[in-house]
Structure formats: structure tokens, C-alpha cells
């Protein structure tokens, strides 16, 4: 198979002209390929007056592919094997049931691939599904009545379910074709595939999880709501057996080998029981900062300049970061064009930030979080639960400051700046569902962070015109991008006790839906080969 790279068509083209630039660029007719397929688009909008899309291609000829590659440059035009995945040795004997905790990314894949072997995995989620999620979020959102193991954070699909549903990651990692594969076959649209920057959003991916549990239940695995993992039982660093408390209080023991635990980055009390029943952790870095706002036209106009209407280039997006000589570099994470700023709490008394789009990103502002990262040198002390203590103060800081009702603290990116408190909002129109307040981020931030943001907010306004706008709006805190605990695994991606198989982002093993998924197939891999046994 041919991949061909850098294919410039203008806006609006087609695949027949796709088709056409591909066979030019190698010197044959559109009809002499066997196969095409669009495998990468994006938008070069480095000349604002001069737009256009970027295109790479696998096209199968009937010659010798290595031999027709040679007479190009490698970048360009190059020969290479079609990815196929394969499952390793289904070894695994046990007659128990494997449990999954959480059914976020990570869970979800790991209990599909399960299934789909005949293991019949049994999944624990302390919150609800979707549709129930749903309505327990928006009974928070307008009427400040928090459910605390059903929110933003937990329930089906994982705290990536209210968010942009973006799938960028940083890994390289085969199974992420899998993945996005998976995910077309489940219901997203077919774009992620393709797309440079492909998401899903909130509204699409309800569905697209809701079609993958039902296809668990279907192949015999069960997918237990309001279930929260609360004991595990080991003999001689052995699991036995798991306990969990159902909504109404109720206490269920299952007899079981396997265990992985898919827990997500919020579930603090769930990690404290493992900690104290001798699973071993260590520190880990993790990243604070703020959710900034800006109205999208003005992203738009920045990003595309004349063509910042244009229908077919869709809300414009940014990735930014600043990596200053002295001081601490800061990054944008998670921006959501066209998207609203959510109140994320899990916990009683705190607040939390997080942003989430739909599929359109049709909404009048963008936002992104602006993140900075903090060592364990800033932990208290050496407990590896600590990072999570440094989260809670800053939540609970943010609860004060915000009146004490879930209302979010926030302040105007000219009074953070000027180092003033803000007392009244401009142009741009926050969109917290539970209502925003001014007030005074460096009250409730660490200086290192604010520090920090404010380096970055500058050093972004001259990558980015107007980010530094003095209306734009910043609501805080976003502390819960990763979590400050890593659950160790050994090689065979099991902890100090066998058959617990720490995964995901809440096991400080991925930062995202994409990475999430893959290591939820990872686990699931190794519970397929269960060295345990030999």
C-alpha cells in the first residue's frame, strides 16, 4: 500500500478530486488504484488569505508498490504494510467472572474486548447510565443538588462524556485505529477517522456509549449502575474477591481472580480503600489552572481571518503552550470551540471547571483550559494520597469564594492581569450552568500557578491575536485534568496483588479518551494471556 502525504486541494473538494491530485502526484490514472482511502484532513490556515486543505491518502496499485515509492521522496510518497490487529493468546482458564470497576473509556474497552471473548465481565459503575446521568447532572446544574457518585465525573462513559469528546492523544499506539474503529462502529460519525483533529461531542457520544454497553450485555458480560467498588479480599497477594455497595446500601461480595480497576481520575475514596488495603502507589504530577472564555468569532477571525465565516472550515480551535526560560511553562488542554464551561464538582463543597462542546460546536464562545503543571514537591507531605489533598483545598477555596452554592469563581482576564479582583463582567457571556461570580483566582491558586497563567495568557496573545482580550473570562479551578496518584503495575500490568490490574486515566496511565481506550485493551490483553497462571 502507497501513502501519499501532502495533497493541497481548496476548500470544498471533493474525493474525485482527491482521487485526481493523488493519481497526478504519482503519475498514473484515478483509475488505475485498487483501493483509496482518505486517511488524514486538515486545515492550513498559515496565509490567512489563502486557505486550504491538507490531505494524505493509502491507495493500493497493481504493480510493485516498493519499486513505484523508490522514485519518490520518503516524506511524500512512501510503501507500508496495512496495520491489522491481532489478539495475543487467549490463555486464561479461570471459571471466575472478571470485574471491571468504572466504565469510563478505559472500562467500556476492556469489558467489550472481554466479551467479545466469552468472559462475560461483570462492570461496576458507581454512577448512573447516560440517560439518568444525565438528568442527575442537570438537577445539579439548576438546582445546586449534587449527587456524589453521579455527575460529571462518574456515571457511563466516564468523565469524557460531558466534554468535547476530542480523541487527540500523544501516544502511538496501533490500537488506536482500533479504537476510532470501534467507535465509527458504535455510532460516531465517520470523520474521526480521517480528521486531524477528530471529536465526537457530548451529544453524540451519550449515544455511541449507551450502543456499546448494550453490546456487552449482549455478548453475556452485565453492567451493574449505582454500584460502587468499596473492599477488595487477598490471600498470600492473591485477589479473591471483591465488595460492593449498590444504591440503596446494600453490600455484594463477588468471588473473582480479576479485577481492573477503571476507576477514573476523581474516585478518591475509591483509591484511599486500595491504598489501605496494601496496593501500592506512588506520586504523580498533575496539572491546575483555569477554563478561559473568548467569543468563537473572535477565535475565527484570528485562526481564518477573511474566511472566519466560512461554513466549511467549521469553529476554529488553538493549541497553545509557553515554555519560558525562567519561570513555570503553561499549556492549553481540552479546547472546546463553540462549547460552554461546565461545573464538574464530585464532591460536596467544592467546585470544579471543565469544558464540553457538542458535535456542531455551535455555541456562541470558546473555551479551553489553561493548565500548569505542579510537581510532588508542592504535595504536603509524602503520602501518595496527598496530591489529592492539594486538589480538595483549592476546590474547596473555589466553593467559598463562588458564595458557598456551586456558583463559580471568575475573573476577567484584565483584572487577573492587573492583579484586581473582578466586580463586573464585559462583553463576553459566561456560560457556567450553575452561574459565575467575580472574584480573585490568585485567592484560591497556588502563586507558582498563577504565576504561571499569567506568563502563559501573555505569551499566547502574541501566537494567538486577542487571547489576552480584557472581557475574556477565566473560571476556576480546572484541577482535575489527571490524576496525582499512579497505581503501580508490573509488566504484565498487574499490581502488587495478583490479578489487580490498574488502568487508565484514574491509575495515572493515560490523559484522555483515546489513551484511556487503548490501555483498557492493553489490560484486557493481559487478562487474556492471565500469567498469573504460569
Not at 450502543?211 to 497477594?237: H, P, Q, S
Not at 515554555?323 to 463553540?338: D, I, Q, S
Request: glycine share 10%; with cysteine; charged share 25%.
Amino acid at each position: 500500500m502507497l501513502r501519499i502525504n501532502e495533497l493541497k486541494l481548496p476548500l470544498g473538494a471533493g474525493e474525485s478530486e482527491i482521487k485526481k491530485a493523488a493519481a497526478k502526484a504519482l503519475g498514473v490514472r484515478a483509475e488505475d488504484f485498487l483501493t483509496f482511502e482518505i486517511v488524514r484532513e486538515s486545515i492550513d490556515s498559515r496565509k490567512k488569505d489563502n486557505i486550504f486543505m491538507v490531505y494524505s491518502v493509502d491507495v493500493r496499485l497493481d504493480c510493485a508498490e516498493e519499486v513505484v515509492a523508490g522514485g519518490f521522496e520518503r516524506n511524500k510518497v512512501f510503501y507500508h504494510e496495512e496495520y491489522h490487529y491481532e489478539l495475543p493468546p487467549i490463555r486464561r482458564t479461570s471459571q471466575f467472572r472478571p470485574v471491571i470497576a468504572g466504565f469510563g473509556p478505559a472500562g467500556m474497552f476492556c469489558a467489550l474486548w472481554l466479551a467479545r471473548q466469552g468472559f462475560r465481565p461483570i462492570v461496576l459503575e458507581r454512577g448512573h447510565d447516560v440517560d439518568r446521568r444525565q438528568r442527575d447532572v442537570d438537577v445539579f446544574w439548576k438546582q445546586r443538588r449534587l449527587n456524589t457518585d453521579s455527575n460529571v465525573q462518574f456515571g457511563e462513559g466516564g468523565a469524557g462524556t460531558f466534554s468535547d469528546g476530542k480523541l487527540t492523544t500523544g501516544i502511538k499506539d496501533g490500537r488506536i485505529r482500533e479504537v476510532i474503529r470501534t467507535l465509527v462502529e458504535f455510532g460516531a460519525p465517520e470523520e474521526i477517522a480521517y480528521s486531524a483533529r477528530p471529536h465526537i461531542g457530548t451529544d453524540m457520544l451519550c449515544g455511541v456509549v449507551k450502543n456499546v454497553r448494550e453490546k456487552v450485555i449482549a455478548l453475556g458480560g452485565e453492567v451493574r449502575f449505582g454500584c460502587r467498588l468499596t473492599d477488595i479480599y487477598t490471600a498470600n497477594e492473591f485477589l479473591q474477591g471483591v465488595s460492593y455497595t449498590d444504591e440503596d446500601g446494600g453490600i455484594h461480595d463477588i468471588e473473582t481472580d480479576c479485577l481492573v480497576l477503571c476507576t477514573g481520575h476523581s474516585a478518591r475514596d475509591t483509591v484511599k480503600m486500595l491504598y489501605r488495603k496494601g496496593i501500592k502507589m506512588e506520586q504523580k504530577a498533575f496539572s491546575v489552572g483555569t477554563r478561559i472564555e473568548h467569543p468563537q468569532e473572535m477565535i475565527n477571525r484570528s485562526q481564518y481571518g477573511k474566511y472566519w465565516n466560512d461554513p466549511r472550515l467549521g469553529a476554529a480551535d488553538y493549541k497553545l503552550s509557553n515554555h519560558p526560560l525562567h519561570g513555570r511553562g503553561g499549556y492549553t488542554f481540552c479546547m472546546c470551540p463553540g462549547g460552554t464551561v461546565v461545573c464538574a464538582a464530585s464532591e460536596e463543597n467544592t467546585v470544579v471547571t471543565n469544558g464540553m462542546s457538542s458535535h456542531a460546536r455551535d455555541g456562541e464562545n470558546a473555551n479551553s483550559a489553561i493548565l500548569i503543571g505542579i510537581e510532588p514537591d508542592y504535595f504536603e507531605d509524602d503520602s501518595p494520597l496527598s496530591g489529592y489533598a492539594l486538589q480538595r483545598e483549592m476546590e474547596r477555596k473555589a466553593f467559598a469564594a463562588g458564595g458557598g452554592d456551586y456558583t463559580a469563581p471568575c475573573q476577567l482576564v484584565g483584572d487577573f492581569l492587573a492583579d484586581r479582583k473582578t466586580t463586573r463582567l464585559g462583553t463576553v457571556r459566561p456560560t457556567c450552568p450553575t452561574g459565575v461570580t467575580g472574584g480573585d483566582m490568585r485567592a484560591v491558586l497556588p502563586a507558582a500557578v498563577t504565576d504561571g497563567i499569567a506568563q502563559a495568557i501573555e505569551a499566547f496573545d502574541r501566537k494567538l491575536r486577542g487571547f489576552a482580550m480584557k472581557d475574556a473570562v477565566l473560571t476556576f479551578p480546572e484541577s482535575r485534568s489527571s490524576s496525582p496518584v499512579r497505581i503501580l503495575r508490573d509488566e504484565f500490568f498487574q499490581a502488587n496483588v495478583h490479578g489487580v490490574y490498574p488502568c487508565g486515566e484514574g491509575a495515572g496511565y493515560a490523559g484522555g479518551i483515546v489513551s484511556a481506550a487503548v490501555d483498557g485493551i492493553k489490560c484486557a490483553e493481559h487478562v487474556f494471556e492471565d500469567e498469573t497462571e504460569f
